[in-house]
Protein backbone atom coordinates (compact mmCIF):
# COMPACT_ATOMS: atom_id res chain seq x y z
CA UNK A 1 0.00 0.00 0.00
CA UNK A 2 1.19 3.12 -1.25
CA UNK A 3 -0.09 6.86 0.19
CA UNK A 4 1.33 10.17 -1.65
CA UNK A 5 -0.38 13.44 0.11
CA UNK A 6 0.41 16.61 -2.38
CA UNK A 7 -0.87 19.94 -1.26
CA UNK A 8 1.41 21.65 1.13
CA UNK A 9 3.15 24.93 0.85
CA UNK A 10 3.49 28.61 2.05
CA UNK A 11 0.65 30.65 2.21
CA UNK A 12 0.20 34.10 4.72
CA UNK A 13 -1.77 33.60 7.41
CA UNK A 14 -5.92 33.60 6.80
CA UNK A 15 -5.42 31.72 4.08
CA UNK A 16 -6.48 28.46 2.47
CA UNK A 17 -4.58 24.86 1.83
CA UNK A 18 -6.13 21.59 0.50
CA UNK A 19 -3.81 18.62 1.27
CA UNK A 20 -4.98 15.37 -1.03
CA UNK A 21 -3.95 11.88 0.08
CA UNK A 22 -4.41 8.98 -2.43
CA UNK A 23 -4.03 5.62 -1.76
CA UNK A 24 -2.93 2.81 -3.94
CA UNK A 25 -1.97 -1.08 -3.96
CA UNK A 26 -3.63 -4.13 -2.68
CA UNK A 27 -6.59 -2.35 -0.58
CA UNK A 28 -9.73 -4.41 -0.08
CA UNK A 29 -11.41 -1.70 1.86
CA UNK A 30 -10.19 1.79 3.94
CA UNK A 31 -11.51 1.79 7.55
CA UNK A 32 -10.21 5.06 8.39
CA UNK A 33 -8.59 8.16 6.96
CA UNK A 34 -7.17 10.43 8.57
CA UNK A 35 -4.72 13.72 8.91
CA UNK A 36 -2.32 14.08 11.79
CA UNK A 37 0.59 16.88 12.14
CA UNK A 38 3.98 17.35 13.60
CA UNK A 39 4.94 20.51 14.65
CA UNK A 40 9.03 21.35 14.91
CA UNK A 41 9.76 20.50 19.07
CA UNK A 42 6.21 18.96 19.39
CA UNK A 43 4.58 15.52 19.19
CA UNK A 44 2.43 14.42 16.46
CA UNK A 45 -1.20 15.26 16.72
CA UNK A 46 -4.32 14.42 15.39
CA UNK A 47 -6.15 16.74 13.06
CA UNK A 48 -9.34 15.18 11.81
CA UNK A 49 -10.25 11.95 11.10
CA UNK A 50 -12.88 10.38 8.61
CA UNK A 51 -15.26 6.67 8.82
CA UNK A 52 -17.80 5.84 7.38
CA UNK A 53 -18.57 4.23 10.82
CA UNK A 54 -17.93 7.29 13.03
CA UNK A 55 -18.12 10.07 10.64
CA UNK A 56 -15.78 12.72 10.80
CA UNK A 57 -14.00 14.15 13.84
CA UNK A 58 -11.51 16.66 14.31
CA UNK A 59 -9.17 18.10 17.12
CA UNK A 60 -10.29 21.32 18.99
CA UNK A 61 -8.18 23.34 16.92
CA UNK A 62 -9.24 22.06 13.61
CA UNK A 63 -13.16 23.01 14.45
CA UNK A 64 -15.01 25.22 12.04
CA UNK A 65 -11.50 25.92 9.87
CA UNK A 66 -10.73 22.31 8.78
CA UNK A 67 -12.76 19.57 6.62
CA UNK A 68 -11.88 16.44 6.13
CA UNK A 69 -13.52 14.58 3.25
CA UNK A 70 -13.38 11.26 1.19
CA UNK A 71 -13.24 10.38 -2.98
CA UNK A 72 -13.75 6.92 -2.25
CA UNK A 73 -13.98 5.91 -6.37
CA UNK A 74 -10.38 7.71 -5.73
CA UNK A 75 -9.26 6.08 -2.84
CA UNK A 76 -8.32 9.49 -1.63
CA UNK A 77 -8.40 11.61 1.42
CA UNK A 78 -8.40 15.44 1.68
CA UNK A 79 -8.20 18.23 4.33
CA UNK A 80 -9.54 21.46 3.49
CA UNK A 81 -8.04 24.07 5.73
CA UNK A 82 -9.22 28.00 5.65
CA UNK A 83 -8.77 30.81 8.10
CA UNK A 84 -4.83 29.08 9.12
CA UNK A 85 -2.87 30.61 11.42
CA UNK A 86 0.85 30.53 11.86
CA UNK A 87 0.57 27.99 14.65
CA UNK A 88 -0.99 25.65 11.73
CA UNK A 89 2.57 25.20 10.74
CA UNK A 90 3.90 21.75 10.61
CA UNK A 91 4.46 18.52 8.49
CA UNK A 92 1.34 17.04 7.72
CA UNK A 93 0.66 13.11 7.45
CA UNK A 94 -2.07 10.80 6.01
CA UNK A 95 -2.76 7.83 8.09
CA UNK A 96 -5.55 5.17 6.64
CA UNK A 97 -6.60 1.80 8.06
CA UNK A 98 -6.82 -0.42 5.65
CA UNK A 99 -7.91 -4.28 5.22
CA UNK A 100 -5.52 -5.85 2.75
CA UNK A 101 -6.03 -10.06 0.82
CA UNK A 102 -3.51 -10.42 4.26
CA UNK A 103 -4.08 -8.15 6.96
CA UNK A 104 -7.67 -7.40 8.24
CA UNK A 105 -6.99 -3.88 9.87
CA UNK A 106 -3.58 -2.93 9.69
CA UNK A 107 -2.47 0.72 9.39
CA UNK A 108 -0.21 2.91 6.89
CA UNK A 109 1.31 6.66 6.65
CA UNK A 110 2.53 9.10 3.75
CA UNK A 111 5.59 10.83 3.56
CA UNK A 112 3.98 14.16 4.82
CA UNK A 113 3.80 17.55 3.22
CA UNK A 114 5.31 20.87 4.79
CA UNK A 115 2.28 23.67 5.46
CA UNK A 116 4.15 26.51 6.38
CA UNK A 117 1.62 29.44 7.93
CA UNK A 118 3.62 33.12 7.22
CA UNK A 119 2.24 35.59 10.07
Known amino acids: VQLVESGGGLVPAGGSLRLSCAASGSILSINTMSWYRQAPGKERELVATISSRTGTNYADSAKGRFTISVDNAKKTVYLQMNSLKPEDTAVYYC??????????????WGQGTQVTISS
Open 95 to 108: NVWVQTHTLFNVDF
